[in-house]
């Protein structure tokens, strides 16, 4: 078989799989972008077109009363190779979320590589989630009790601001993508993400409040994510004197091949003054006139 007619074959799997997951959650199932659909669907009639984008799409589970929502995210020789997923529910907190997730990835690995996985995984959410959702109850009410005390004796940790880079293999999933926008909004999070290939996150804000973001982009199931630079500043008395950025915005600087412009990168990150991350970040130093030709 050529790889054309395998790839081929894997999208065919991956349409099929799709089509029937929308018979069972006609309105649950929600698909990031119809138009990475049409394109997968031009090139099984026509395997000379460009290799389709990855398709994504959700799905909302109802469990006794809750929802789970489990995001995927199909490389194109799925099923050949591991889906992306990642579960979460607003019932669930950040350490209940953790452990549902590292489980559920490791009922990923589990599955034999060349079928169609995804409606394994709903089953196994079905029979396990609410484990989690209960435990998860039990937590917030400890954490609330936690509060309240803490609150009662005036104690007060000191802030530290910090700024954490963070690279990824790639971030192409619109899913991914809004759900780091939306942390950063609400914890009070300034800087960008940099969609495409390779991606970056830059996020600064108190110590606390980037780390807590941290712990939850890290178990979205990446191709490849780590932290390359971790800046911080002890006691400070003022966090928004330290910022680089008014606010967190998504950026991209798109080439032709789908990968990211360097050159474009680094005067962005000059105009902001963190040039210096570049080199953290790839690992070579950044300068204008060899990148930019």
Request: glycine share 4%; net charge negative; aromatic share 10%.
């Amino acid at each position: 078989m050529s790889a054309s007619e395998e790839m081929t074959e894997n999208l065919i799997a991956q349409v099929n799989e799709l089509q029937a997951l929308q018979s069972v959650y006609p309105t649950e199932l929600v698909v990031a972008d119809y138009g990475v659909l049409a394109d997968i669907n031009e090139y099984i009639e026509r395997q000379d077109r460009d290799l389709p984008r990855w398709l994504e799409y959700s799905i909302s589970i109802p469990l006794n009363g809750e929802n789970i929502e489990l995001l995927v995210n199909l490389p194109t020789n799925y099923p050949k190779q591991q889906p992306e997923i990642y579960a979460r529910g607003s019932c669930l907190d950040r350490t209940q979320q953790c452990l549902l997730n590292k489980e559920l990835i490791a009922v990923v690995k589990a599955q034999e590589l060349g079928d169609p996985c995804i409606y394994t995984l709903i089953s196994w959410l079905q029979d396990n989630a609410e484990t989690y959702f209960k435990a998860s109850t039990c937590n917030q009410a400890g954490k609330h009790t936690g509060d309240a005390n803490k609150s009662d004796t005036g104690a007060q940790a000191p802030v530290i601001f910090s700024r954490y880079w963070i690279y990824s293999h790639h971030i192409y999933s619109k899913f991914k993508r809004r759900d780091v926008a939306n942390l950063a909004k609400v914890n009070s999070i300034t800087g960008f993400c940099l969609a495409g290939k390779p991606g970056i996150i830059c996020m600064e804000g108190s110590l606390e409040d980037c780390d807590y973001c941290w712990q939850k982009i890290k178990i979205m199931n990446w191709h490849k994510i780590l932290i390359k630079l971790m800046e911080k500043e002890e006691d400070c008395n003022d966090v928004d004197k330290m910022r680089k950025f008014l606010d967190f915005q998504e950026v991209t600087f798109p080439t032709t091949e789908r990968h990211n412009d360097m050159g474009q990168l680094l005067k962005y990150l000059t105009d902001h003054d963190c040039q210096h991350a570049f080199k953290e970040l790839f690992g070579i130093e950044g300068k204008f006139s060899k990148l930019s030709d």
